[in-house]
Each structure stands twice: as C-alpha cells, then as structure tokens.
C-alpha cells in the first residue's frame, strides 16, 4: 500500500492507496512545533483505528509547501516506516511540462493536481483549489501547466476581518440562506461565501477565454463543498485530486526504475 501525504499551511492530508483506490484518509491540523515521533504516534494511532498496520505500507510520496516541515515526515517515513519517500520536488520526473517563468517556483501540490486532472480528465482544464489560497491552475490542450492566479482563500480572508476590524466578530465558514445579510455575521458570511462564489465564475470565464470554451473546471481543497454547489461553472469536484496526483507521479516515476 502506497502512503501520500499533502503538507500544506494550514493542513496535512494523508491517504492510503490500495492500487487504485483509496482505502483511508485523514485531514490534519499542520503544526511546524511537531517533531516527528509526535507525527508518528499520531498517524499510528489513525492506522490502528483504520485496521491497517505499518507494515501493510510498501511505499510513500509527500507533496510538501512547508519547508520546515518535509525533513519531518521524511525522518517519520524512514524511522515509523522503513521507507525512503519520493519527495515531489524538481528533478523528479512527473511527465508534466511547466511553461511559467520560472517552473522551480510551482508548488508540489500544484504539480500533483495538474498530473491528476492530465490522467483522470480531458483538457484543457482549470483546477481550482479551495484551501489556505484559493488557486486557479491553468492547463492547455496539451496537458502543459500555464500558469496560474492565487487569491486569498476563505479562511484565509475571515482571519483579515476579525483582526483587521475592531468590530467584526470570528465566523463559522457557512453559506447563509439570503445574500442580503440581516445581521454582522450573516452579512460576514455573504460576502466570504457569495463573493467567493462570484470570484470563482469570474476567473473561469477568464481563464477560458484564454484557454477555450471547452475548458472543463475542476475543483478541490477543503472548503469545495461550501462554494462548488452553487457554482454555475465548476464541472467536477475531486476531494482527492492532489493525493491522486501523488499517486500516478508515484508509480510512473516506480515503472522507470
């Protein structure tokens, strides 16, 4: 079995490939303080109650845009798990051309969502990732990466109100029912919610008219359920498109050697 990991800034997500599908995964809250036998009880407490084993794990790749935190989960792999990690990183091959100014620059994650959506779906394409940013991932017709936009993501923007104005109070991420808010935190949440949403259907219109119309969208991170029901452009939601990513990048790169 195939162990990915996803570290990001404000989440670490992990998953168990058995083959092709994933048998178990888990979304933790990043701590750059953990050392990594604190990483290692926790994940083994996580297998444990999944009825899986240490030993059951024959391979692991980590995406990783948290430096301090990769030689972490490397020495995790190594020590809990008798495993040398892929790490994506540049210079490990992904079958994925990168046409920005500077590729080295394209996060790990942002790599592994374009090498899911090239597999698993038709191009060109825009994945939207709804995590700590909010990111548009640009894919042309020939499966090369473009580029992509970063805008504050949901969390991300609350956090600004609450300390940025003395008066606004903490919220829970919800889509309230009218946008039209009646109340500080109905208001909060309209304008968090149904401005992302409108945010969203801009930048796809955008993106496709630089890419074509037959660019299909597809979405993910944490917060995809909040915004993509209620968009009008978003064609497929993914909650597992980045540890998908890590696995094809995963067994092409095992296939070569």
């Not at 790749?61 to 809990?80: D, S």
């Not at 109100?161 to 909060?188: E, K």
């Not at 498109?241 to 990048?249: A, M, N, P, S």
Request: some cysteine; charged content about 15%; aromatic content about 6%.
């Amino acid at each position: 079995m195939l162990l990915t990991l996803d570290i990001g800034n404000t989440h670490i997500v992990i998953g168990i490939f058995r083959g092709a599908e994933v048998i178990a995964h888990w979304r933790l809250t990043t701590a750059t303080e953990r050392t990594a036998d604190e990483y290692r009880a926790l994940l083994g407490n996580l297998l444990r109650e999944a009825d899986l084993s240490v030993t059951d794990l024959t391979g692991a790749i980590i995406a990783c845009v948290v430096p301090p935190l990769l030689p972490t989960f490397e020495q995790l792999c190594v020590r809990a798990f008798r495993l040398t990690p892929m790490v994506v990183r540049p210079g490990l091959k992904t079958g994925l051309r990168i046409r920005t100014d500077n590729p080295r620059e394209v996060g790990a994650d942002r790599v592994a969502n374009a090498v899911a959506v090239r597999h698993l779906y038709s191009t060109p394409a825009v994945v939207i990732d709804f995590s700590t940013a909010t990111t548009f991932d640009a894919i042309s017709a020939q499966g090369d990466y473009l580029g992509n936009a970063i805008a504050p993501g949901l969390l991300l923007s609350a956090q600004a109100l609450f300390r940025q104005a003395a008066q606004l109070p903490h919220i829970a991420m919800a889509r309230p029912a009218h946008p039209i808010g009646t109340n500080t935190v109905l208001s909060m949440q309209s304008g968090l919610v149904y401005g992302h949403i409108a945010m969203v259907e801009g930048m796809v219109e955008r993106f496709q008219r630089a890419l074509g119309a037959d660019t299909r969208v597809i979405a993910t991170g944490e917060y995809v359920d909040l915004i993509a029901p209620h968009s009008q452009t978003i064609n497929i939601v993914e909650p597992n498109l980045t540890l998908e990513g890590l696995r094809f990048i995963y067994e092409s790169n095992l296939a070569q050697n």
